[in-house]
């Protein structure tokens, strides 16, 4: 961290002096510098969202966060070759592309494919210009005052550019890993693809068990006719708040999967976002959750249909033992001009203890009667005493048929994963957790 930085940093996250440190230190063009600053403002002058007022904080209050205790963390210099940071970080498997932040500094970045796979520092003048036209377009600078510390504090941006008609094989996989107590962290994605494009983007994110707050933001940008598939992995540390915002907006014909995995951290708080605005998009959102001790996993979807013939499909699921906290708020919209519009919303909960909890929310806004189907559910129980108990006459002790169970409950979103390296992944996991909290 540069002395400018260093000399603002006691001022608070606020200071938009500390804000102009950080984009003098990352030698940003004026364009981007004008984003941070602005970003800085909005943060500096809106208050916490309020849960009474704004419909994604329904369940979550966020004015008891400390901001100013937190600042930018120092990135990290270690550096590798790529087998050495495969053994650091634990990266198996094969990628079209890797990248590797610790701090939101990049420490390794290796690949040969058709996209473009860059920390906004690196990226070219071509580059440069896509994230001229797309950065802060689709999460907006000034929806609340953590999309503002976001742009005005952000560090560790990535830009996947991907080509019209290039169908990337494998996944690329971006790694963020957070370790210094007290920091916050802005890490942004940028994914730009071109006309009939395929990719599969893996985000990983991890942290250590210190106080971290981490404000993440992810834009989705699929040309006409192309494919993103998005997954997230959020095992962060016992001490770590996370309030995400990603959102995406199509073109027509294009689709976006993305699948939301939940495996720790203090409070993660994320918002869904797709606006169906091209003719025959489709937007599909899967979400797991497994839960222990007081985790705190919180959810906010938005399905918004707005152009005709648009698709959409979800299913989030968790699993809860201890004092763990599940929110699932979702909101499917039809506007006016949704016309055949086909809608699905469903969430599942399985209360594995008498102090579990889950919130189950799902709303449907309807403004046109010409649709195909708009539908949602929701449950929320404990396993099912019958199955149980089948399982325990054929010998399984308790135990081990209650962790059967919950890895079929789980599973009904893993089957949904075509990619089986990905599948095998996600399975490990979630294994890894019912191991822990057996």
Do not use: C
Not at 26 to 51: K, N, T
Not at 93 to 119: I, R
Not at 281 to 288: H, K, N, P, R
């Amino acid at each position: 961290m540069s002395s400018a930085i260093e000399n603002t940093s006691a001022s608070g996250l606020l200071s938009a002096a500390l804000s102009r440190a950080l984009g003098e230190r990352l030698e940003e063009p004026e364009w981007l510098a004008e984003i941070r600053a602005r970003g800085a403002a909005v943060a500096a002058a809106l208050p916490a969202p309020i849960p009474s007022a704004e419909r994604p904080w329904k369940y979550y209050d966020p004015s008891d966060l400390r901001l100013d205790s937190y600042t930018p963390g120092v990135g990290a210099t270690q550096r590798g070759t790529a087998d050495e940071i495969r053994g650091r970080y634990g990266i198996d498997g094969e990628y079209a592309a890797v990248l590797v932040q610790q701090n939101s500094e990049t420490v390794a970045n290796w690949g040969e494919n058709e996209a473009a796979v860059v920390d906004f520092r690196s990226a070219d003048e071509k580059q440069l210009e896509v994230i001229r036209k797309h950065y802060g377009t689709v999460v907006p600078v000034d929806r609340n005052k953590f999309t503002g510390m976001h742009y005005g504090f952000q560090r560790g941006a990535v830009l996947v550019d991907v080509p019209a008609n290039a169908e990337i094989r494998r996944p690329i996989r971006i790694v963020r890993n957070f370790e210094q107590g007290g920091q916050f962290a802005a890490p942004h994605t940028l994914v730009v693809t071109g006309e009939n494009s395929r990719v599969s983007i893996i985000e990983d994110f991890r942290s250590s068990e210190e106080d971290i707050l981490v404000v993440p933001a992810v834009e989705l940008v699929p040309g006409p006719g192309s494919e993103i598939r998005h997954t997230t992995l959020h095992r962060w540390g016992s001490q770590t708040t996370v309030l995400s915002e990603q959102r995406t907006v199509t073109e027509r014909d294009s689709a976006i999967i993305s699948l939301s995995l939940a495996t720790g951290g203090k409070v993660v708080k994320s918002h869904l976002e797709s606006s169906l605005v091209g003719r025959g998009s489709s937007s599909e959102l899967f979400g797991l959750f497994l839960g222990d001790e007081g985790e705190h996993i919180n959810f906010f979807t938005l399905q918004d249909h707005i152009g005709p013939d648009t698709r959409s499909d979800l299913l989030f699921k968790a699993a809860l033992k201890g004092q763990a906290r599940a929110v699932y708020y979702g909101l499917t919209r039809v506007g006016l001009g949704a016309k055949n519009a086909d809608a699905n919303q469903v969430n599942r909960n399985l209360l594995l203890s008498k102090t579990a909890r889950a919130d189950s929310d799902p709303v449907l806004e309807i403004l046109t009667n010409d649709v195909i189907r708009v539908s949602h559910g929701a449950t929320a129980g404990p396993v099912d005493e019958e199955q149980l108990y089948y399982l325990q006459t054929r010998g399984i002790p308790h135990a081990e048929a209650e962790a059967l169970l919950v890895r079929a409950f789980l599973g009904q979103v893993l089957d949904r994963i075509p990619d089986d390296a990905l599948r095998e992944e996600l399975t490990n996991a979630l294994e890894a957790k019912l191991e822990r909290e057996a």
